[in-house]
């Protein structure tokens, strides 16, 4: 009895036994409260451990958790304290999610989560916490749970619980090893990720000049004075080409990153006196549903056509104005704000019309200033981009080989 994918060459056989024949004992402080020791929460000291916190994987340090101070700790844990790498699960709301603990720092085990003591003869605690998160065991556990929309996991139900594991010790480190290398990579892309969208967001609200100024508070190397300022529709035009055949049809339902995306592989049936009606729409220029506004303009990077509902909008002089920069000003948070100020309410949401949004002025610099600044935004979208193809691939083989390495 063996997995698909296995670590040991020699192929040894895995061992069905009760999960907690592998557990020595199980910390369950289950129903305890400050009140009920006569105590209360703190604003610091010992981080409350409870399903609030515990992550599928990791402990979550951001979350509005609770701390206890060190009386409470003391009448709270007693001499029962949580190690690095101890397992932790939770019981209910959510129940199923597993992490270690991360490190040598002192922990409170508070509501709807335990504590796993194993027996380090028989089990990992490394393998443990991969082997509680492999979709078979949490299938298990799932079926072993009551409750309604809140399923609960009772130490009833774990005892009724059977779980297969390699004989070989070293093989169960193999396997929890690799699981934490890749939740390490996942933790470091995912930091990173936040890092690149938390720097676009300020470069964003700093890179552009605030309203009434001509100069932002930040500027690239080699750039000075004034921006200019110039009404939208001095800048803007309002264009409707009707429909060529053998194009490709965009829609706003596609929009990923404000960037439309080709629907032709969608199976979706359009007559041909609608598509006669579509419009047109080349790539630089935005599109944007004025009639029920909906928060942004999309920049189109294809060609194709649209629904008749959508404005598009190009550039009057193309030769002075860059599509990259523009799409920065105009799905910034603070343009945003701008635009909803000239909109008015409708039953399903706001609606602006072109009028009112060719009143709007704007300030920008010369072209070559444009460049520069669409391509520092275009360099963090694609370091955003990559990150999150890397999590997306990662995520993906973490999901199969726990699928794959467990029976």
Not at 155 to 176: R, T, Y
Not at 211 to 220: F, N, Y
Not at 227 to 245: P, Q, Y
Not at 352 to 379: C, H, M, R, T, W
Request: hydrophobic share 40%; proline share 3%; aromatic share 10%.
């Amino acid at each position: 009895m063996i997995p698909k994918i296995i670590f040991n060459r020699e192929k040894k056989d895995w061992v069905k036994r009760p999960l907690l024949s592998n557990i020595e004992k199980i910390i369950d402080y289950r129903g305890r409260t400050p009140k009920k020791l006569g105590l209360s929460w703190s604003d610091t000291g010992y981080l409350a451990l409870s399903a609030l916190n515990v992550k599928n994987g990791y402990i979550d340090f951001n979350v509005d958790a609770n701390y206890g101070n060190q009386e409470l700790y003391d009448r709270w844990m007693g001499d029962k304290h949580l190690h690095k790498g101890q397992v932790v699960f939770t019981t209910e709301a959510p129940m199923g999610n597993v992490a270690q603990i991360p490190n040598d720092d002192l922990y409170i085990l508070s509501q709807r989560t335990i504590a796993f003591e194993v027996k380090h003869d028989l089990i990992r605690e490394d393998f443990l916490a991969t082997l509680l998160r492999s979709p078979k065991i949490f299938n298990e556990l799932t079926s072993l749970s009551s409750g309604g929309t809140a399923k609960g996991v009772s130490q009833k139900s774990l005892s009724n619980l059977k779980v297969c594991v390699p004989a070989s010790l070293e093989e169960q480190s193999a396997i929890g090893s690799l699981f934490r290398t890749l939740d390490d990579l996942l933790a470091s892309y995912k930091d990173n990720l936040a890092n690149y969208q938390s720097l676009k967001v300020t470069m964003l609200s700093k890179m552009f000049p605030k309203a009434g100024q001509s100069v932002p508070e930040i500027r690239l190397e080699g750039f000075e004075g004034e921006w200019k300022i110039k009404r939208a529709d001095e800048i803007f035009k309002s264009v409707s080409e009707k429909n060529r055949a053998l194009l490709p049809v965009l829609s706003a339902s596609q929009i990923d990153g404000m960037v439309l995306r080709d629907e032709i592989g969608i199976d979706i049936k359009y007559d041909e006196a609608t598509l006669n009606n579509y419009k047109v729409v080349k790539p630089g220029q935005f599109v944007i549903h004025l009639r029920s506004f909906q928060g942004g303009f999309a920049l189109s990077k294809l060609e194709g056509i649209t629904s008749p509902a959508y404005t598009i909008i190009d550039f009057i002089d193309k030769e002075n104005h860059l599509s990259g920069f523009w799409n920065s000003i105009l799905t910034s948070k603070e343009f945003i704000k701008r635009l909803e100020t000239v909109t008015y309410g409708i039953r399903d949401g706001k609606s602006i019309s072109f009028k009112d949004f060719s009143s709007l002025k704007f300030v920008f610099p010369n072209l070559e200033e444009q460049q520069a600044i669409g391509s520092y935004f275009s360099n963090l979208d694609n370091l955003i981009a990559a990150h999150q193809e890397k999590i997306s691939q990662l995520e993906t083989l973490k999901k199969k080989l726990l699928q794959e390495m467990f029976i």
